[in-house]
């Protein structure tokens, strides 16, 4: 299985809205709505953001929105903080019965 | 509050068998409908899924490591382990325990802070 293809590198100043896309094809992201979305700061392990495309667990912000267009799904950050800079990670169910992660995106907040 | 912790060796000679133990507190992982779930990241580079296994029993792996990893479950001591068999330095990465709370499709909202395994002679 591929790895879901995201841009390497993001940026944003404190305030704006950033968007970060996830590419796949119709055996992952477009052939299920169970993409996810995580944040992960430097040494930290990764945290849920995001599940089934849009849905958010309890306590995170709902600055963290996501949404899914054919075999792309996007996450949209509004109010940029300093705190999300970070590196973000989406995944997809696949039609083998795995998970597929993408290859991350560094958000830098400038 | 549900708390995971890896153990295990940090270093692994190449062709041995890596084995990592996740310890649950805070929940039961024979119940609960969880997929306890392995997950690496490489030094530098993004997260890999390695399988996980359901609270029944049942397994899925990452076809790119299928013949070599096995992931089992201790119910008496609250513990699921990974196993990777005939190791070289390209299996050195930090490994996490986590648990998906939503059917296996990806929604891993409890982790564990991850163990650096090194693979070296």
């Known amino acids: 299985q591929s790895a879901l293809t995201q841009p390497a590198s993001v940026s944003g100043s404190p305030g704006q809205s950033i968007t970060i896309s996830c590419t796949g094809t119709?055996?992952?992201?477009?052939?299920?709505?169970?993409v996810s979305w995580y944040q992960q700061h430097p040494g930290k392990a990764p945290k849920l953001i995001n599940y089934e495309v849009s849905k958010r667990p309890s306590g995170v912000s709902n600055r963290f929105s996501g949404s899914k267009s054919g075999n792309t799904a996007s996450l949209t950050i509004s109010g940029l903080q300093a705190e999300d800079e970070a590196d973000y990670y989406c995944?997809?169910?696949?039609?083998?019965?795995?998970?597929?992660f993408g290859g991350g995106s560094k958000l830098s907040v400038l | 509050q549900v708390q995971l912790q890896e153990s295990g060796p940090g270093l692994v000679k190449p062709s041995q068998t890596l084995s990592v133990t996740c310890t649950v507190s805070?929940?039961?992982?024979?119940?609960?409908?969880?997929?306890w779930t392995w997950i690496r990241q490489h030094p530098w580079k993004g997260l890999e899924w390695i399988g996980y296994?359901?609270?029944?029993?049942?397994?899925w792996s990452n076809p790119s490591l299928n013949s070599r990893v096995t992931v089992s479950v201790d119910t008496s001591k609250n513990q699921f382990s990974l196993k990777l068999s005939s190791v070289t330095a390209a299996d050195t990465a930090v490994y996490y325990c986590?648990?998906?709370?939503?059917?296996?499709?990806?929604?891993?909202?409890?982790w564990g802070q991850g163990k650096l395994v090194t693979v070296s002679s």
């Open positions: 986590a648990r998906d709370s939503y059917s296996g499709y990806g929604g891993m909202d409890y």
């Open positions: 805070g929940d039961s992982i024979s119940s609960g409908g969880y997929y």
């Open positions: 995944s997809s169910y696949t039609s083998s019965s795995t998970l597929v």
């Open positions: 296994i359901h609270s029944s029993g049942s397994t």
């Open positions: 119709s055996s992952d992201v477009g052939g299920y709505n169970y």
